[in-house]
Protein backbone atom coordinates (compact mmCIF):
# COMPACT_ATOMS: atom_id res chain seq x y z
CA UNK A 1 0.00 0.00 0.00
CA UNK A 2 1.40 3.15 -0.99
CA UNK A 3 2.12 5.73 1.93
CA UNK A 4 1.61 3.44 4.32
CA UNK A 5 1.56 3.79 8.25
CA UNK A 6 -0.05 2.85 11.11
CA UNK A 7 -2.95 4.71 11.90
CA UNK A 8 -4.40 4.84 15.90
CA UNK A 9 -7.85 5.62 17.09
CA UNK A 10 -8.33 7.16 20.55
CA UNK A 11 -11.16 7.95 22.68
CA UNK A 12 -12.22 10.25 25.81
CA UNK A 13 -14.94 10.79 27.49
CA UNK A 14 -17.45 13.43 25.72
CA UNK A 15 -18.23 16.72 27.20
CA UNK A 16 -20.57 16.31 29.93
CA UNK A 17 -19.39 13.98 33.45
CA UNK A 18 -20.94 10.73 33.44
CA UNK A 19 -22.14 10.51 29.85
CA UNK A 20 -22.01 6.96 28.26
CA UNK A 21 -20.34 8.70 24.96
CA UNK A 22 -16.50 8.99 23.94
CA UNK A 23 -14.69 11.79 21.89
CA UNK A 24 -12.59 10.07 19.12
CA UNK A 25 -9.78 11.33 17.00
CA UNK A 26 -7.26 9.59 15.17
CA UNK A 27 -3.51 9.52 14.89
CA UNK A 28 -0.40 8.42 12.81
CA UNK A 29 1.69 8.12 15.80
CA UNK A 30 0.58 6.18 19.22
CA UNK A 31 0.27 8.48 22.23
CA UNK A 32 1.59 6.35 24.90
CA UNK A 33 5.44 6.62 22.88
CA UNK A 34 5.22 10.16 21.93
CA UNK A 35 3.99 12.83 23.49
CA UNK A 36 2.98 15.85 21.87
CA UNK A 37 1.92 19.03 23.97
CA UNK A 38 -0.15 20.56 21.31
CA UNK A 39 -0.79 20.51 17.13
CA UNK A 40 2.01 22.50 16.32
CA UNK A 41 3.97 20.17 18.13
CA UNK A 42 2.71 17.40 16.10
CA UNK A 43 3.41 19.12 12.93
CA UNK A 44 6.90 19.86 13.82
CA UNK A 45 7.59 16.47 14.21
CA UNK A 46 5.97 15.31 11.37
CA UNK A 47 3.39 13.44 12.26
CA UNK A 48 -0.82 13.51 12.05
CA UNK A 49 -3.35 14.55 13.87
CA UNK A 50 -7.18 14.74 13.07
CA UNK A 51 -9.49 16.24 15.87
CA UNK A 52 -12.79 15.17 14.28
CA UNK A 53 -14.62 17.93 15.21
CA UNK A 54 -12.74 18.50 18.83
CA UNK A 55 -10.27 19.85 20.78
CA UNK A 56 -6.33 18.34 21.06
CA UNK A 57 -5.93 15.84 23.45
CA UNK A 58 -2.49 14.47 24.26
CA UNK A 59 -3.48 11.46 25.58
CA UNK A 60 -6.63 9.12 25.94
CA UNK A 61 -8.73 8.40 28.66
CA UNK A 62 -11.92 6.94 29.48
CA UNK A 63 -13.82 4.62 32.38
CA UNK A 64 -12.19 0.56 31.82
CA UNK A 65 -9.71 2.05 29.51
CA UNK A 66 -6.51 3.84 30.69
CA UNK A 67 -4.80 4.74 27.73
CA UNK A 68 -8.51 5.53 25.41
CA UNK A 69 -6.53 3.01 22.72
CA UNK A 70 -9.39 1.83 20.42
CA UNK A 71 -6.77 -0.15 18.24
CA UNK A 72 -4.96 0.54 15.30
CA UNK A 73 -4.32 -0.77 12.06
CA UNK A 74 -2.27 -0.27 8.66
CA UNK A 75 -3.66 2.01 5.42
CA UNK A 76 -2.59 4.87 2.98
CA UNK A 77 -1.68 8.31 4.23
CA UNK A 78 -2.29 9.73 1.18
CA UNK A 79 -5.68 8.63 1.40
CA UNK A 80 -6.31 9.56 4.54
CA UNK A 81 -5.00 13.11 3.91
CA UNK A 82 -7.66 13.67 0.65
CA UNK A 83 -10.72 12.46 2.57
CA UNK A 84 -10.34 14.40 5.66
CA UNK A 85 -7.31 17.06 5.91
CA UNK A 86 -5.19 16.74 8.99
CA UNK A 87 -3.44 19.05 11.59
CA UNK A 88 -6.18 21.05 11.42
CA UNK A 89 -9.25 22.32 13.59
CA UNK A 90 -12.33 20.86 12.33
CA UNK A 91 -14.37 23.72 14.09
CA UNK A 92 -12.44 26.31 11.78
CA UNK A 93 -11.53 24.78 8.33
CA UNK A 94 -14.00 23.13 6.45
CA UNK A 95 -11.50 20.47 4.98
CA UNK A 96 -11.36 19.29 8.20
CA UNK A 97 -15.09 17.65 8.14
CA UNK A 98 -14.69 15.32 5.41
CA UNK A 99 -18.42 14.92 4.76
CA UNK A 100 -19.53 15.74 8.06
CA UNK A 101 -19.87 19.31 6.73
CA UNK A 102 -22.32 20.76 9.60
CA UNK A 103 -21.72 18.74 13.48
CA UNK A 104 -24.37 17.09 14.88
CA UNK A 105 -26.69 17.03 11.54
CA UNK A 106 -24.43 15.03 9.15
CA UNK A 107 -22.57 12.99 12.21
CA UNK A 108 -20.29 13.70 15.42
CA UNK A 109 -16.59 12.58 15.79
CA UNK A 110 -17.23 8.99 15.51
CA UNK A 111 -18.40 9.31 11.75
CA UNK A 112 -15.80 11.73 11.10
CA UNK A 113 -12.96 9.42 12.64
CA UNK A 114 -14.46 6.41 10.63
CA UNK A 115 -14.07 8.80 7.42
CA UNK A 116 -10.02 9.22 8.21
CA UNK A 117 -9.89 5.42 9.12
CA UNK A 118 -11.54 4.34 5.62
CA UNK A 119 -7.69 4.74 4.21
CA UNK A 120 -7.26 1.04 6.46
CA UNK A 121 -9.67 -0.05 3.50
CA UNK A 122 -7.80 -2.88 1.83
CA UNK A 123 -8.96 -6.39 1.42
CA UNK A 124 -11.14 -6.58 4.79
CA UNK A 125 -13.74 -4.04 6.03
CA UNK A 126 -12.02 -0.62 7.29
CA UNK A 127 -11.26 -0.13 10.82
CA UNK A 128 -13.45 1.83 12.78
CA UNK A 129 -13.69 3.58 16.24
CA UNK A 130 -16.24 0.70 17.24
CA UNK A 131 -15.07 -0.31 20.65
CA UNK A 132 -15.87 3.89 21.58
CA UNK A 133 -18.93 4.42 24.63
CA UNK A 134 -21.88 5.73 22.69
CA UNK A 135 -20.89 4.70 19.14
CA UNK A 136 -23.62 1.97 18.75
CA UNK A 137 -26.36 5.03 19.57
CA UNK A 138 -24.05 6.99 17.30
CA UNK A 139 -24.19 5.16 14.26
CA UNK A 140 -27.65 3.81 15.09
CA UNK A 141 -28.66 7.59 14.17
CA UNK A 142 -25.59 9.24 11.95
CA UNK A 143 -24.33 5.84 10.30
CA UNK A 144 -20.76 4.26 9.89
CA UNK A 145 -19.85 7.23 7.95
CA UNK A 146 -22.65 10.04 8.42
CA UNK A 147 -25.63 10.81 6.43
CA UNK A 148 -23.90 12.70 3.70
CA UNK A 149 -24.31 9.26 1.72
CA UNK A 150 -23.87 10.85 -1.68
CA UNK A 151 -20.99 13.40 -0.62
CA UNK A 152 -19.31 10.31 1.04
CA UNK A 153 -19.34 8.15 -2.05
CA UNK A 154 -18.22 11.05 -4.47
CA UNK A 155 -15.66 11.71 -2.01
CA UNK A 156 -14.14 8.18 -1.86
CA UNK A 157 -14.56 8.29 -5.54
CA UNK A 158 -12.73 11.69 -5.87
CA UNK A 159 -9.24 10.83 -3.45
CA UNK A 160 -9.06 6.82 -4.08
CA UNK A 161 -10.44 6.23 -7.88
CA UNK A 162 -12.35 3.38 -7.07
CA UNK A 163 -16.00 3.44 -5.92
CA UNK A 164 -18.48 2.20 -3.98
CA UNK A 165 -21.66 1.56 -5.82
CA UNK A 166 -23.78 4.69 -5.31
CA UNK A 167 -26.74 4.95 -2.63
CA UNK A 168 -29.96 3.20 -3.21
CA UNK A 169 -32.93 3.25 -1.35
CA UNK A 170 -33.92 0.83 2.01
CA UNK A 171 -36.41 1.29 3.75
CA UNK A 172 -37.04 5.01 3.01
CA UNK A 173 -33.28 5.35 3.81
CA UNK A 174 -30.56 6.34 1.30
CA UNK A 175 -27.92 3.33 1.78
CA UNK A 176 -24.44 2.73 0.13
CA UNK A 177 -23.38 -0.43 -0.86
CA UNK A 178 -20.01 -1.84 -0.09
CA UNK A 179 -19.49 -0.30 2.82
CA UNK A 180 -19.49 -1.65 6.35
CA UNK A 181 -22.71 -0.72 8.79
CA UNK A 182 -21.05 -1.73 12.42
CA UNK A 183 -24.70 -1.09 13.75
CA UNK A 184 -26.55 -3.69 11.39
CA UNK A 185 -23.48 -6.21 11.82
CA UNK A 186 -23.62 -6.26 15.89
CA UNK A 187 -27.15 -6.44 15.76
CA UNK A 188 -27.56 -9.40 13.72
CA UNK A 189 -25.06 -10.99 15.76
CA UNK A 190 -26.84 -9.88 19.07
CA UNK A 191 -29.93 -11.06 17.78
CA UNK A 192 -29.42 -13.88 15.43
CA UNK A 193 -31.93 -16.20 16.77
CA UNK A 194 -34.34 -13.40 16.48
CA UNK A 195 -35.18 -12.74 12.61
CA UNK A 196 -38.44 -10.75 13.40
CA UNK A 197 -37.07 -8.96 16.11
CA UNK A 198 -34.02 -8.13 14.18
CA UNK A 199 -35.65 -7.08 10.86
CA UNK A 200 -38.02 -4.43 12.76
CA UNK A 201 -35.01 -2.71 14.59
CA UNK A 202 -33.07 -2.35 11.09
CA UNK A 203 -36.79 -0.90 9.71
CA UNK A 204 -36.25 1.69 12.77
CA UNK A 205 -33.19 2.61 11.99
CA UNK A 206 -33.83 2.81 8.55
CA UNK A 207 -36.70 4.85 9.46
CA UNK A 208 -34.27 6.79 12.31
CA UNK A 209 -31.56 7.35 9.61
CA UNK A 210 -34.21 8.68 6.41
CA UNK A 211 -35.71 10.91 9.28
CA UNK A 212 -32.37 12.41 10.34
CA UNK A 213 -30.90 13.10 7.20
CA UNK A 214 -33.88 15.55 7.01
CA UNK A 215 -33.17 18.82 7.35
CA UNK A 216 -35.25 21.03 10.05
CA UNK A 217 -37.77 23.52 8.84
CA UNK A 218 -36.04 27.31 9.93
CA UNK A 219 -33.61 29.65 9.14
CA UNK A 220 -30.90 28.56 11.20
CA UNK A 221 -28.92 25.28 11.85
CA UNK A 222 -30.49 23.51 15.03
CA UNK A 223 -28.59 23.97 17.99
CA UNK A 224 -27.64 21.05 19.81
CA UNK A 225 -30.10 20.82 22.85
CA UNK A 226 -32.64 20.28 19.67
CA UNK A 227 -30.61 17.47 18.13
CA UNK A 228 -29.50 15.95 21.28
CA UNK A 229 -33.40 15.65 21.71
CA UNK A 230 -34.56 14.36 18.78
CA UNK A 231 -31.68 11.77 18.64
CA UNK A 232 -32.45 10.57 22.52
CA UNK A 233 -36.23 9.99 21.28
CA UNK A 234 -34.64 8.32 18.44
CA UNK A 235 -32.83 6.34 20.60
CA UNK A 236 -35.70 5.54 22.82
CA UNK A 237 -38.17 4.05 19.95
CA UNK A 238 -35.55 1.13 20.06
CA UNK A 239 -35.71 1.15 23.91
CA UNK A 240 -39.62 0.52 23.28
CA UNK A 241 -38.94 -1.72 20.83
CA UNK A 242 -36.15 -4.02 22.08
CA UNK A 243 -37.15 -3.86 26.08
CA UNK A 244 -34.47 -3.54 28.67
CA UNK A 245 -32.43 -6.40 28.41
CA UNK A 246 -32.28 -6.14 24.48
CA UNK A 247 -31.21 -2.90 24.55
CA UNK A 248 -28.52 -2.92 26.71
CA UNK A 249 -26.98 -5.94 24.75
CA UNK A 250 -27.40 -3.94 21.50
CA UNK A 251 -26.54 -0.69 22.41
CA UNK A 252 -24.08 -1.08 25.30
CA UNK A 253 -26.26 1.32 27.60
CA UNK A 254 -29.41 1.42 29.92
CA UNK A 255 -32.64 2.57 28.60
CA UNK A 256 -32.88 5.96 30.22
CA UNK A 257 -29.67 6.85 29.99
CA UNK A 258 -29.25 10.11 29.16
CA UNK A 259 -27.54 10.14 26.08
CA UNK A 260 -25.80 13.41 24.41
CA UNK A 261 -24.06 12.73 21.14
CA UNK A 262 -23.88 16.82 20.27
CA UNK A 263 -21.41 19.24 22.29
CA UNK A 264 -23.32 22.44 22.00
CA UNK A 265 -20.02 23.93 22.18
CA UNK A 266 -18.64 22.60 18.74
CA UNK A 267 -22.12 24.65 17.38
CA UNK A 268 -22.12 28.11 16.19
CA UNK A 269 -22.70 31.01 18.80
CA UNK A 270 -21.19 28.43 21.51
Known amino acids: ??????????????????????????????????????????VAA?????FCWGGYHAKGQTPGNSTGALGSKRGSLSLA???????????????????IFTYGVDGVCHQLANQVLYATKSSIRPFTVSKARGYLASTFVYG????????????IRSCSGAGVSPPRATGGAQKMTGLPDD???????????????????L????????FAAQPLPGFQPPD???????????????AILLGPEKFELVFGMKPGDKILLVDP??????
Open 1 to 42: MANSVTFYAWAVPAFTSGSPVDHTWVTTFDNQQFSYKDAKAV
Open 46 to 50: RKFYW
Open 81 to 99: KCLVKPNADSRVDAAARGT
Open 144 to 155: TYGLQQAAWAAK
Open 183 to 201: FEAHAREILSDEPELLNKL
Open 203 to 210: SLKAEVQS
Open 224 to 238: ADTLNMRNQHLIDQA
Open 265 to 270: KLLPGN
